[in-house]
């Protein structure tokens, strides 16, 4: 793991192992945002009227997923800095997330910009699929890294 500080314009990223997205975390999120959609919970309708032939997650909880992955790919000294996510921009989802594929994370860092509170990363994430071409998602994702005054 990298510390955040460390990192250069450019530098790659990637979570350490893919992710099976389980239909059980596909209800847990549904159960938590009221989306519960045919798309994603009726897998017998899914196999006879989706395009997809199987249920699909939630392209917001792929994006919900990243600041976990983020802080396997990245860490802070506690001591001196504290990491707080900032918001995504330009996000659009590309590709369906069927139940029990496999993601990963990938950010690479495309900017760094001095804010009052801190510096700004802003990082260019895609969520990748196993065995399929299309990202599931494309965005970038900002974090920002405050110094901590020690009292």
């Not at 976990?68 to 369906?96: H, W």
């Not at 994430?125 to 494309?138: C, D, E, S």
Request: with cysteine; hydrophobic share 40%.
């Amino acid at each position: 793991m990298t510390n955040i500080t460390e990192l250069k314009l450019g530098d790659t990223l990637q979570s350490p192992d893919f992710f099976t997205v389980s239909q059980s975390q596909i209800q847990r999120f549904a159960d938590a945002t009221g989306d519960h959609q045919w798309i994603h919970l009726d897998a017998e309708r899914c196999a006879k009227e989706s395009p997809y032939s199987s249920t699909i997650a939630h392209g917001f909880l792929s994006v919900s997923l990243m600041p976990k992955m983020f802080a396997q790919c990245v860490s802070i000294d506690p001591s001196t800095t504290t990491m707080i996510n900032y918001g995504m921009d330009n996000l659009r989802f590309i590709e369906a997330v069927r139940v029990d594929d496999a993601i990963k994370y990938e950010f690479t860092l495309s900017k760094i910009e001095a804010k009052s509170a801190g510096d700004l990363y802003t990082f260019s994430g895609k969520v990748l699929i196993k065995n399929r071409q299309k990202p599931a998602l494309v965005g970038n994702f900002l974090s920002l890294v405050m110094h901590v005054e020690a009292k």
